[in-house]
């Protein structure tokens, strides 16, 4: 069986024609798939429901297909469409598992055992006429829109042309990114703070853009044309202007495409360039007090991460950069060695950051997340797996959400030690015995009657055990989810680990003096990570006996986070989880 | 009481079902009362057929004579009543009238966004006529409401050869439409880019296609020819899937429809009169978009803290009134009146505002569906009516001694 299969995408999106090398293969992880493509982990559905009608399936195992390294490049062949997501969804699922060792599961599936597609994730490629895309739990699947441009204003698309969001590269990595996060943290869905929708947003753009690092040939382009200053939003014009103004095209300086989002999409509505940038906010700590928008706040975080990034790959490539200038490599342009050797140190720094971000997903808390609760996962999954910390990664990241006022709660100082989770507080009159009589395996191999066992065994434990792994004794608690997780000891050696998520739900009162009030569900419990013998190493608590934290909730709920335009008309949504349908339009 | 009404203020709420219409006399320094009239409208779904008695009333009480209208903005349920009975208007005698500054089609980025808002309202009307389906009241009525302005819009700008003047957020205005002593400031709606920006939702073009072809139901862009159809043996998704997708495309264009709605809400002019040593607040139907962008001045505080009249946005709607721009307002020390009735939006109005207007203005207020009205949705009954209160036929009158220096 061969290793990969290579199949051909668009790094960005069709807008970009040939030029910075937007034509690319991809070599996907080879799996059997049926027409579709379905496989493993995904089926592609070319369900149009504008139109209800089905397109033909591409089927990437016929030799025609093969023979090419998979179809070419078009936006007028719904098969290159089906190819593409599934190939670059397959990538992102790849970047998911790279990082966190093991096979990703999708979020918990109602459909029966006997549905063709139970357990998949099934990607719409043209669901709906919309400028819009979206991940559905409810539909265990992703919608892609298709829309007309606007008649002017719409950058390089052509008036009126269809822009299909399933050919943005970045789009779905984006929506990939969120059903992933649902995934791994179910609960990450229920709005509790103005942070929640703000984080899965954020998340899915940082996944989305560290994408863009990972091919190196527009890494190299983008270094050259910026003087290896990556982090610029223009690229170098390929010759420099003579006289006033840009007269011919090779003159006028572009848009540096590594850091910013879906621009196509953001020109065919008329938002004049991308949708969204990695940078852009200059760090300002009063800025997370204003602003509650999902995307505008979740942009903070991005751009903390993406700060972070810069810092290391400058400290990263100082060296490179002096011997290039002792080479006498004065005046424009950089010698193709030291391109090279750049575009090579991004791509390693970008993998381990984005591997740092998705791995501090472990260490989450099960619900209610902030961004300083992201910051303290990040520094203990990251110290977890490089202890001392050589090239200063967890410093950058200390450094760059400090400075756009991302606060940990409860915490003495912005110190890696501070930082970290701990273990739980332990009555030294009765310590917490280590679980015992767990199955690890480390491969993830499906196996439900080891789960089962492993659950009750957890269960168990954890009943015996309530108030320090942060669960209110007496009420009843969920093992919502286990899994293996694997670190490199203070010895260099290769441990396994486990992480536990335990749940709790209460019924509360939207305003507890109404005897009719509204009833939402508020959550507790924690994120336990247990060591090889059943001992914990953290606890990451959010009780549901926490006054403060249910107060808090009960006023961002009051405060209109159910606001839109339509609340007023049609009444308020009932407290389920967030949609992503209609955050901002989804994407 | 003609004695007392000339040292009062008097603002008259009339019921005319879902809509605003208020009639606010100020005692003038000559013989004559000053007239100012807010808004004369009502939704087509919520209209209980006593717009003609109120347009009478007005005309009656008046005696013809307006200084000044001020039509918020550009909804039926504000204006109707000058469409309706432009005839009545044309009789008076009416010195200014006041449109916000979007309604100006001297503004080319103004009428470039009324043109496009219109197209797709238009597409979206037509859509939703021809779903028929009893789910879609809620925004058929949204649509209902943003068509059909022309005839009060030709009224008001040219037909009563009144001084008309565009309204925007910073104006003040001393000896307003020559009223002397009544001082106002324009808090709203905003001229800034952001919120143009925020004016204009991301279009769809499926909805300016259907207003071009004329068609009902709006058809589908086609992305691809015939020949990439495909039939299965067995298709892969189940009914309840194909539901899934047939409401999505209804949803895309009900929250469209409910965004433009919301983007007139929040052209309205939001005014706040000063007269006799009172400040009276009237934002029209002003929802969160527009207020957020005053309620970040440095006076915004203050300003609220001095009201002594409110009007309540948008018939106390969900997002209409802040919550700590009501807790800004001084708890106990001002008035507050609410043009509302359930019909056509159950939700409309919000009870937990209703509690919330009740609690701040210490229980001084009234919802003008308590005036009952044969055969229309009945408010709260309001037995007892709050000192300077008084009930009408029609309205409601609330009124306050002018101080005298």
Redesign the interface.
């Known amino acids: 069986m061969p290793a990969t299969r290579p199949l051909k995408i668009y790094a960005f999106d069709p807008t970009r024609g040939r030029k910075l090398n937007n034509y690319m293969t991809a070599n996907v992880r080879y799996e059997p798939v049926k027409p579709g493509p379905v496989g493993e982990y995904l089926a592609v559905i070319d369900y149009d429901g504008a139109n209800d009608r089905y397109y033909r399936p591409v089927d990437l195992d016929h030799p025609d297909v093969m023979i090419g390294g998979g179809l070419d490049p078009s936006e007028s062949d719904p098969q290159f469409h089906q190819q593409m997501v599934y190939a670059v969804i397959m990538e992102t699922i790849k970047r998911f598992e790279f990082a966190l060792g093991r096979k990703v599961k999708w979020a918990r599936d109602s459909s029966p055992k006997r549905d063709p597609y139970h357990g998949k994730l099934r990607i719409f490629p043209h669901g709906i006429e919309d400028g819009n895309a979206f991940y559905d739990p409810a539909l265990r699947g992703i919608v892609f829109g298709y829309f007309a441009a606007g008649r002017s204003g719409v950058g390089a698309n052509l008036p009126g042309q269809t822009v299909f969001t399933c050919l943005s590269h970045d789009i779905i990595v984006h929506e990939t990114t969120h059903a992933l996060i649902d995934g791994l943290r179910e609960k990450f869905t229920v709005s509790t703070s103005a942070d929640t929708a703000a984080f899965h947003e954020a998340f899915a753009d940082i996944v989305a853009l560290f994408e863009h690092f990972s091919y190196k040939e527009a890494v190299a382009d983008a270094i050259e044309r910026t003087g290896g200053y990556l982090y610029s939003a223009q690229l170098d014009p390929d010759v420099a202007a003579r006289g006033a103004g840009a007269g011919i095209m090779a003159e006028q300086p572009q848009a540096n495409p590594l850091i910013e989002l879906a621009r196509q999409f953001g020109d065919a509505l008329g938002m004049r360039g991308a949708l969204r940038s990695a940078l852009g906010t200059r760090p300002d700590p009063t800025l997370l007090e204003k602003i509650t928008e999902p995307h505008e706040r979740g942009s903070i975080l991005v751009a903390a991460v993406f700060d972070a990034f810069f810092s290391i790959y400058l400290a990263r490539t100082r060296d490179l950069m002096r011997i290039g200038r002792a080479n006498g490599a004065a005046g424009p342009g950089l010698h193709p060695d030291l391109t090279n050797r750049l575009a090579a140190e991004a791509s390693k720094i970008a993998g381990r950051v984005s591997t740092i971000c998705i791995r501090a997903l472990d260490y989450c808390p099960p619900v209610d997340i902030t961004f300083g609760e992201f910051l303290r996962a990040l520094v203990t999954a990251d110290y977890d797996l490089v202890p001392d910390d050589p090239h200063g990664y967890r410093a950058a990241f200390i450094e760059a959400f400090r400075a756009r006022g991302i606060v940990p709660e409860d915490v003495t100082s912005y110190s890696e030690e501070a930082l970290r989770w701990s273990p739980p507080e332990i009555d030294p009159k009765q310590p917490l015995k280590p679980c015992r009589g767990l199955r690890l395996d480390m491969f993830g191999d499906a196996n439900p009657q080891r789960d089962s066992r492993n659950a009750a065994v957890l269960h168990g434990w954890a009943s015996k055990n309530p108030a320090p792994l942060g669960l209110e004794p007496g009420e009843t608690f969920q093992v919502f989810s286990f899994h293996p997780l694997h670190r490199v000891g203070p010895d260099g050696r290769v441990c396994f680990d486990y992480v536990v998520e335990l749940l709790q739900r209460r019924d509360e009162k939207l305003d507890p003096k109404d005897p009719k009030s509204e009833i939402f569900p508020f959550y507790g419990g924690s994120t336990v990570i247990l060591d090889r013998l059943g001992k914990v190493r953290y606890a990451v608590i959010k009780r549901i006996g926490n006054r403060r934290r249910l107060e808090r909730q009960r006023a961002f709920l009051e405060g209109g986070a159910r606001g839109s335009a339509a609340a007023a008309f049609t009444g308020p949504r009932p407290f389920d989880g967030l949609s992503f349908a209609s955050i901002h339009k989804g994407y | 009481m003609p004695a007392t009404r000339h040292k009062n203020i008097r603002i008259r709420m009339y019921r005319v079902g879902f809509g605003d219409c208020f009639l606010v006399t100020l005692p003038g320094a000559g013989a004559k009362p000053r007239q100012v009239l807010i808004d004369c409208g009502v939704h087509p779904r919520g209209d209980i057929k006593t717009m003609g008695d109120v347009v009478t009333n007005i005309c009656a009480e008046t005696g013809g004579e307006l200084d000044l209208i001020v039509a918020t903005h550009a909804h039926q349920d504000h204006l109707s009543g000058f469409g309706g009975f432009a005839q009545k208007f044309r009789a008076m005698k009416v010195r200014e009238v006041w449109l916000p500054w979007t309604e100006n089609s001297g503004d080319a980025a103004a009428a470039a966004l009324k043109k496009k808002r219109l197209a797709l309202v238009e597409g979206l009307a037509r859509h939703f006529a021809a779903v028929r389906d009893p789910r879609y009241q809620?925004?058929n009525?949204?649509l209902l409401n943003l068509r059909g302005n022309d005839a009060a819009f030709a009224l008001l700008k040219s037909e009563l050869g009144a001084a008309l003047a565009y309204r925007e957020a910073g104006q003040h205005i001393s000896d307003a439409a020559g009223i002397k002593g009544l001082d106002v400031e324009v808090l709203g709606p905003p001229r800034d880019k952001e919120f143009l920006a925020r004016m204009d939702p991301?279009?769809?073009?499926?909805y300016l296609?259907a207003a071009a072809t004329g068609a009902g139901e709006s058809r589908?862009?086609?992305?691809?020819p015939p020949k990439?159809?495909?039939?299965?043996d067995t298709?892969?998704?189940s009914d309840a899937?194909?539901e899934?997708?047939?409401e999505?495309?209804d949803?895309?264009g009900?929250?469209l429809a409910?965004?433009l709605?919301?983007a007139v809400n929040n052209t309205s002019i939001v005014m706040l009169m000063r007269y006799g040593g009172h400040a009276m607040l009237f934002p029209g139907d002003a929802?969160?978009g527009n207020w957020q962008f005053w309620l970040e001045r440095k006076d915004a505080a203050g300003l609220l803290a001095g009201v002594s009249f409110y009007k309540v946005s948008?018939h106390g709607?969900?997002?209409?009134t802040p919550?700590d721009a009501l807790d800004r307002m001084p708890e106990g020390k001002f008035a507050a009146m609410i043009p509302t009735q359930d019909t056509p939006?159950?939700?409309?109005p919000?009870s937990k505002l209703m509690a919330a207007v009740a609690k701040q203005t210490g229980g001084r207020f009234v919802r003008s569906d308590s005036i009952s009205v044969h055969g229309a949705p009945a408010g709260p009954a309001a037995p007892h009516l709050p000192e300077g209160f008084q009930e009408g036929q029609l309205w409601y009158d609330y009124s306050m001694a002018v101080e005298t220096a």
């Open positions: 809620a925004v009525a949204a991301p279009a769809s073009e499926r296609r589908s862009l086609a992305p691809f990439w159809n495909y039939k299965y298709p892969p998704l899937d194909l899934y997708f047939k999505l495309a949803e895309s009900e929250a409910f965004a709605t919301q929802q969160y948008h709607s969900e997002n209409a919550r939006w159950p939700s409309i919000y």
